[in-house]
């Protein structure tokens, strides 16, 4: 399978604790792009890495947030002191760089439901 | 900051119709122009990428048209299928330098069998 990968798919998890997911890119893409999507909205940018180099980080990404690619192959989202408001779908996507902004192939996501 | 805003917001019709799905953006230096499909609880399925250059792509019983001066693109879908419902988002560059897509909030689409 040569897809975008991310695990987990479900995570539920109590207020003030800290989670953390993976994305898996597709091979040879050096863009990677983490988004977060509410119900009923369309997802929104959060950050993104050209190879191991995260270049952009969003105003969405408070304190809380951090995200990692240490080999610039797959990357990590780590949420800390968890709060209801960061319940959402967090989308990983990758993109072969050609100058500009290529072709996204998004994963499966990974819901977070915190209680 | 590009914005982008899709109409309708919802869209219910019998199976057999053709149908358009409307997108606008508000900075019209993009380098292309993403359509994307969602269903319920998944990823993000890409349908078709127009680049900047480029007036029009077809995939199958899709088509999008792009007009970048006037900020707008189209979906056609011929002959709709039961098949064919979920969420439709349109995502443009999100303009200024910065990389990656600005999306819009979707168009919920059901065929009605």
């Known amino acids: 399978d040569t897809g975008v990968s991310q695990n987990p798919r479900h995570k539920i998890t109590k207020r003030g604790q800290n989670v953390t997911f993976r994305c898996d890119p597709i091979?040879?893409?050096?863009?990677l792009y983490w988004y977060r999507q509410t119900l009923g909205q369309g997802p929104e940018f959060l950050t993104y890495?050209?190879?191991?180099?995260?270049?952009?980080k969003s105003r969405l990404l408070s304190d809380r947030f951090s995200a990692e690619r240490p080999k610039g192959s797959f990357s990590t989202l780590e949420i800390q002191r968890t709060e209801q408001g960061d319940s959402a779908m967090y989308l990983c996507?990758?993109?072969?760089?050609?100058?500009?902004?290529?072709?996204?192939?998004f994963g499966e996501g990974s819901r977070l439901t915190v209680l | 900051k590009q914005e982008v805003t899709q109409i309708p917001a919802a869209l219910s019709v019998p199976e057999g119709e053709n149908l358009v799905l409307n997108c606008s953006f508000t900075?019209?230096?993009?380098?292309?122009l993403q359509w994307f499909r969602q269903d319920p609880g998944k990823g993000l399925t890409s349908l078709l990428l127009?680049?900047?250059?480029?007036r029009e792509q077809t995939s199958g019983r899709l088509n999008a048209s792009l007009d970048k001066s006037s900020g707008r693109s189209t979906l056609y879908i011929a002959a709709s299928q039961p098949g064919d419902s979920a969420t439709y988002l349109c995502?443009?560059?999100?303009?200024?330098?910065?990389?990656?897509?600005?999306f819009g909030k979707g168009t919920h689409l059901i065929i009605q069998p």
């Open positions: 995502a443009v560059g999100r303009g200024g330098g910065a990389d990656g897509l600005t």
């Open positions: 996507a990758s993109s072969p760089y050609r100058g500009n902004t290529g072709e996204l192939f």
């Open positions: 091979s040879e893409h050096n863009r």
């Open positions: 890495f050209q190879n191991e180099a995260q270049l952009e």
């Open positions: 900075d019209s230096a993009i380098y292309n």
């Open positions: 127009i680049q900047s250059s480029q």
